[in-house]
């Protein structure tokens, strides 16, 4: 079963899921866009937007989503707040958008989901702008973390749901333009972390 399948399953019962016991630490997350100045920002993977309740009006927002389902849920959301989003159905490991597009990237639970994390955030890399932002809001395990539980859960729902074992600093050795700026643990005693990451400049990247 692949995700784009389970997903349009899950998309009738994805708020009532994942809504409440995530709000609190969503909310957190977007304040990291929350800059006086409007900018140009991507949301990856924004599922049935439970982001857009909670999104200030004053930035151009793109989103992105592999599944229809979802984004018709999306859809409705947009319609009943006054924001404009535009969406695209799209793989967040092979984006539709130009290099250096975007002043910031927000990746809510997208990273630990995708079959390809490194491919995801390389994108999430390729298409925000040198100095611009990318923010990550998801769940890892820590390096070296001998998890066995996660490890165990991960065999079973990688393919239906998400992943539980994913090492975010292995990411980002995959991208030496990235530079970490915060990694702070949030929900479930840090297994949940609020990541922020800044794209070097061409100097920063040479030196």
């Known amino acids: 079963m692949g995700l784009k399948f389970s997903y349009t399953l899950l998309a009738p019962l994805y708020d009532s899921i994942v809504g409440s016991a995530t709000q609190k630490m969503r909310i957190t997350s977007l304040q990291r866009l929350n800059q006086a100045t409007p900018q140009n920002i991507l949301i990856n993977g924004i599922g049935t937007g439970l982001d857009i309740p909670f999104l200030l009006g004053h930035h151009n927002y793109t989103a992105t989503d592999l599944t229809p389902a979802m984004l018709s849920k999306c859809a409705a959301k947009v319609s009943q707040h006054n924001i404009e989003i535009n969406l ?3 793989d967040v490991m092979q984006l539709p958008f130009d290099n250096n597009q975007f002043d910031a990237v927000l990746m809510n ?3 630990a989901v995708v079959p390809n994390p490194v491919l995801a955030l390389q994108e999430a ?8 932002k990318i923010y990550i809001m998801d769940k890892f395990i820590k390096p ?3 998890a066995p539980t996660r490890r165990l859960l991960n065999f079973f729902i990688r393919h239906i749901a998400t992943r539980t074992d994913v090492v975010f600093e292995n990411l980002l050795m995959q991208c030496p333009e990235l530079k970490l700026l915060k990694n702070n643990p949030s929900l479930m005693n840090g297994w949940f972390r609020l990541i922020d990451l800044e794209k070097n400049t061409p100097e920063k990247t040479g030196n």
């Open 125 to 132: 890399s390729r298409v925000v702008k040198p100095g611009g």
């Open 88 to 90: 695209f159905t799209a």
């Open 144 to 146: 070296g973390q001998f």
């Open 109 to 111: 639970l997208i990273l």
